[in-house]
């Protein structure tokens, strides 16, 4: 398994147990497919009944299509930078979709490390 | 020409949104808390000048008579400023010019605004309300649609053509003026943002227009700020400690006719600040200053503000953010109060709220964001979010 992986398995729980994260969840009903460099196979995330799940392979519908390398998005998710930051530089790719609704993405895994 | 004081000062706190109040109840209160600072009625005053940045945003057309009438002022004279985001440095020049002259001994200037009533009907957001409502200050003929917000204007206009020229400020140095002012802000009660960032964490935020940075932008806020201005003879009447006016401009300089010698530059803001210490016979700020609250919409226009101001030569200002200078215990502290990257920021309040924090330095009654007073003088500057429109006061005891 990827480093991206491990990371978004460590994470998903919390952020489905996070009411912030959750009020984000529920108005953003998307799928997203990632093909990433360090990564075994493609796998995605979905929102079901209000919650976040990771999955392995390519599901049916796709809203958002990542590509590009996964040791960056690690870092993402590890909310050492944001997601502007490797699309900024390239070595992330938003080949279908939107940039905006993979930033509401970024603002979901954000609330697992608010200060306030 | 008439020595012109403040006399009384009135805030209230910077918030995101404040549901629970109207912006006639919240220019009430700032009022209301100015009289009371000054020991005055509101029948002692002369003229009520009113600021606002965007009407839409209020939801209120022709604001100015409304809150009149709410304030009791009925039967005197009332202006109402029109100068985008920098209305309220325009209606702290006019009130001065009204004193000065000997038209009207007392004048209130009362600077209202909410960001947060007006929401987006497809995102359900007040932010993207916000920036609607903002959209249509611009030239609504040649600019709105092809206009970016604030903050990648100011990168694109100042910023980065700066930072081409001299090779400054630095990523580092952009972070490090968001977390001076974001500390700052951590002991202002009246801060809207109290958050404990690293340089990483800002530099690392999400990217607005690079190297601009979420933590290096402004808040959107709802605030009101009051100042009460009064003739010598009157603010001796009313008060042992006067802060003066001795020093006041504003000007318009198009920033947005993208000519090369004004790209990378805050021209307006250069030309208010010499005719203002020009004014007050100051020579070198850096030194004759205490204290100043600087219009940081980005932290980028901060460090540049440094130049214009006259605080540094072009192309030094991040060296002032390296060495300490504008920290709280620095040469000359900037932004004691986090400033409109952690403070709060509104158009068309902010000046008027920079001017009631740097009487209350200058009176040393600021509490806990409190600086050293020395020279007894402080700056204040403010900016539309073009830079197009400036202005400076230096304020004195």
């Not at chain 2, 918030?15 to 002692?44: C, I, M, Q, V």
């Not at chain 2, 995102?123 to 990648?152: E, I, M, N």
């Not at chain 2, 700052?184 to 990217?207: F, G, H, T």
């Amino acid at each position: 398994m990827g480093e991206v992986k491990d990371e978004l398995k460590r994470v998903i729980p919390l952020l489905n147990g996070n009411p912030r994260a959750k009020e984000i969840i529920e108005g953003w009903p998307r799928t997203v497919l990632f093909e990433l460099e360090g990564e075994e196979t493609p796998f995605h995330i979905s929102v079901r009944e209000g919650r976040l799940s990771l999955g392995d392979g390519v599901p049916g519908e796709v809203d958002i299509l990542v590509r590009g390398k996964g040791k960056e998005l690690a870092r993402v998710v590890r909310r050492e930078r944001d997601i502007t930051h490797p699309i900024a530089e390239a070595s992330l790719k938003v080949e279908k979709g939107q940039l905006s609704q993979l930033i509401i993405f970024d603002r979901i895994l954000a609330t697992a490390k608010r200060k306030t | 020409m008439r020595k012109v004081a403040v006399v009384g000062v009135g805030t209230v706190p910077w918030r995101s949104h404040y549901e629970d109040k109207t912006w006639l109840a919240l220019g009430f209160e700032a009022a209301k808390n100015a009289l009371e600072d000054a020991h005055l009625a509101k029948e002692d005053i002369d003229l009520a000048i009113y600021s606002c940045f965007c009407e839409l945003m209020l939801r209120q057309q022709i604001m100015s008579y409304i809150i009149h009438e709410y304030l009791g002022l009925q039967a005197k004279p009332s202006l109402r400023t029109n100068a985008a985001g920098a209305a309220d440095i325009a209606s702290l020049y006019a009130g001065f010019c009204e004193v000065a002259s000997g038209m009207s001994d007392i004048v209130l200037i009362l600077a209202i605004q909410k960001g947060g009533d007006l929401y987006c009907r497809e995102t359900r957001s007040r932010g993207d309300g916000f920036l609607k409502g903002t959209s249509f200050a611009f030239d609504t003929t040649w600019l709105q649609h092809v206009v970016p917000g604030t903050a990648a204007l100011m990168t694109a206009v100042f910023l980065v053509p700066h930072m081409e020229k001299y090779g400054t400020p630095t990523p580092q140095q952009l972070g490090k003026a968001s977390v001076k002012n974001h500390n700052n802000a951590l002991v202002n009660p009246e801060a809207q943002l109290k958050l404990e960032l690293s340089v990483e964490d800002v530099l690392n935020s999400r990217i607005i227009a690079w190297p601009t940075t979420m933590y290096q932008c402004c808040l959107y806020s709802d605030c009101a700020a009051a100042l009460i201005l009064a003739s010598e003879e009157k603010a001796k009447e009313i008060t042992d400690e006067p802060v003066w006016i001795s020093g006041i401009s504003e000007c318009s300089y198009p920033a947005m006719r993208f000519e090369e010698k004004s790209l990378g530059r805050i021209t307006a803001l250069n030309i208010s600040a010499n005719r203002a210490y020009r004014m007050a016979g100051i020579k070198d700020p850096l030194k004759e200053l205490d204290v100043a609250e600087i219009y940081d919409l980005i932290s980028g226009v901060e460090i540049l503000s440094y130049e214009e101001l006259g605080f540094c030569g072009p192309g030094e200002g991040g060296e002032l953010v390296d060495e300490g200078v504008v920290e709280k215990n620095g040469a000359l502290p900037v932004n004691p109060t986090g400033g409109r990257v952690a403070a709060g920021h509104v158009g068309a309040v902010s000046a008027a709220y920079s001017t009631a924090t740097i009487v209350r330095q200058l009176r040393e009654e600021a509490g806990s964001i409190q600086v050293p007073i020395q020279n007894g003088r402080g700056l204040i500057d403010c900016m539309d979010g073009y830079g197009s429109v400036c202005g400076v006061a230096i304020l004195e005891r």
